[in-house]
């Protein structure tokens, strides 16, 4: 069975393609883009397999 590891990081609007890139080269996939709390910012979640 796939166990799983999570990670919430905040998502800078300006490079926000940079940013998707450099998660996915190190194994992460994009779940979801959320507003952030002040409500300006996003936070992206993130999981992979955890090995």
């Given at each position: 069975m796939?166990?799983?590891e999570y990670l919430t990081a905040p998502l800078l609007i300006h490079n926000t393609k940079a940013i998707l890139d450099n998660?996915?080269?190190d194994g992460w996939e994009l779940v979801q883009i959320v507003p952030g709390?002040?409500?300006t910012s996003?936070?992206?979640?993130?999981?992979r397999p955890r090995g």
């Open positions: 796939t166990t799983w998660f996915g080269a709390p002040d409500g996003l936070v992206a979640y993130f999981k």
